[in-house]
């Protein structure tokens, strides 16, 4: 069976675990994680980095940065993982979800500001496949209403939009390391913000409420409890095996990019019969090859396809069920407007197997199992 994902190793993630462990320093915080900021803020010219342990968390600390509370509303897309809305709902906020373009599944810029209201604080995008949305456009909205951008970048790492990294195409950017992402650390992630404005509440949120930050710094001669927190902080020993990659992280991404070219190359005589319909990639945008999907007709084509794959060693998959028809998107929130895409779209889409170090020859059996299904 070819998986659909293998989480990346790389090779030194176990002599600078080992190293962790022979330092006896395992705490958040320590050698290895300072690396992993320093990398993070260098790379992507962030004001501040901050490891934490999931996106998930990293989203809870913006949700929280941005002070948004009971009575606010938040517009996010239905179309994306669970967390980009627990981190609102753990606030107390109303979700607003808004519909997607058919063609990038992002937020769909054009009817955003339909959806706002006096009560709205927070736009919540996400790059789905690691696909900037139009953030020019959302960024003029959000100025012009006085909200907050909260940017799920989970998927994004190493892409750009205009020449300008995802993750701090907002106020907040937030990262995922989990192990099905490009980057990886088993379960991690990172919070960016894009200038110092909001770095010391960061810090203090992310170690239990304490200026614990400062006091290392040696800013303050003793640390206190300053206010509300959480510990998102992970474990250095997470953070040796992230640096691993994070070293060679443009290596797995153009291993990745070459096995999506060849699943696009291979698969457009399909689109241009009209079978199927591929990925787009927006001028100004370039993406990271964190997925590869396919649209077929509809839920019974797509039914259809997984299991004709499945049966020829192929493990497919589909994604996201829209979360305002979830038990908990419509306890939480409300859909603005029309759902023209999201359920249509959502149904028709399969991702094909792509990780790091998929053989040719494995890609090549991913193709002849989709081309035979359509023959
Ligand atoms: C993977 C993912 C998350 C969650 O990331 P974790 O690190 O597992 O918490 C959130 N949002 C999106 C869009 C994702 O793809």
């Known amino acids: 069976m070819i998986e659909f994902n293998k989480a990346p190793f790389t090779g030194r993630e176990t002599q600078y675990m080992q190293e962790a462990i022979e330092g006896r320093k395992l705490c958040g915080d320590g050698p290895f994680t300072k690396k992993c900021h320093t990398f993070l803020t260098e790379r992507f010219g962030a004001a501040a980095a901050f490891l934490t342990t999931s996106c998930t968390h990293a989203l809870e600390m913006a949700a929280l940065l941005t002070g948004i509370g009971p009575g606010d509303e938040v517009i996010l897309p239905s179309y994306t993982f669970c967390s980009t809305a627990d981190a609102f709902v753990q606030r107390g906020a109303t979700l607003v979800f ?48 006085h909200l907050q951008i909260v940017e799920d970048a989970a998927q994004g790492f190493g892409a750009t939009y205009k020449g300008r990294p995802l993750g701090l195409l907002g106020d907040f950017g937030c990262f995922s390391f989990h192990e099905t992402k490009n980057i990886s650390m088993g379960e991690g992630g990172a919070l960016l913000l894009p200038d110092l404005s909001r770095r010391e509440e960061a810090e203090i949120i992310r170690e239990k409420g304490t200026d614990r930050s400062r006091f290392f710094r040696g800013q303050v001669d003793k640390y206190t409890w300053v206010d509300y927190g959480s510990s998102y902080l992970p474990s250095d020993l ?16 153009a291993d990745r990019m070459r096995t999506w070219n060849f699943y696009d190359a291979a698969l457009r005589d399909l689109a241009e019969a009209g079978r199927i319909e591929q990925p787009f990639i927006p001028e100004g945008c370039i993406h990271n090859a964190h997925m590869y999907y396919i649209k077929v007709k509809d839920l019974a084509e797509r039914t259809a396809l997984i299991a004709h794959l499945k049966a020829n060693g192929v493990q497919a998959v589909f994604h996201y069920v829209p979360l305002h028809s979830a038990p908990a998107g419509q306890k939480f929130g409300r859909f603005a407007g029309e759902d023209k895409w999201t359920t249509r779209e959502s149904e028709r889409l399969v991702r094909l197997p792509l990780y790091y170090r998929l053989s040719e020859e494995d890609a090549e059996t991913v193709v002849n199992a989709v081309q035979s299904f359509f023959k």
């Open 98 to 145: 808004a519909d997607i373009r058919p063609d990038t599944m992002n937020l769909d810029e054009k009817i955003i500001e339909a959806a706002i209201t006096p009560r709205t604080k927070v736009i919540a995008v996400v790059d789905y496949a690691g696909v900037a949305c139009e953030m020019d456009t959302i960024r003029k909205i959000a100025d012009r209403h």
């Open 238 to 253: 997470n953070a040796a095996y992230l640096l691993a990659q994070l070293e060679i992280c443009d290596n797995i991404n």
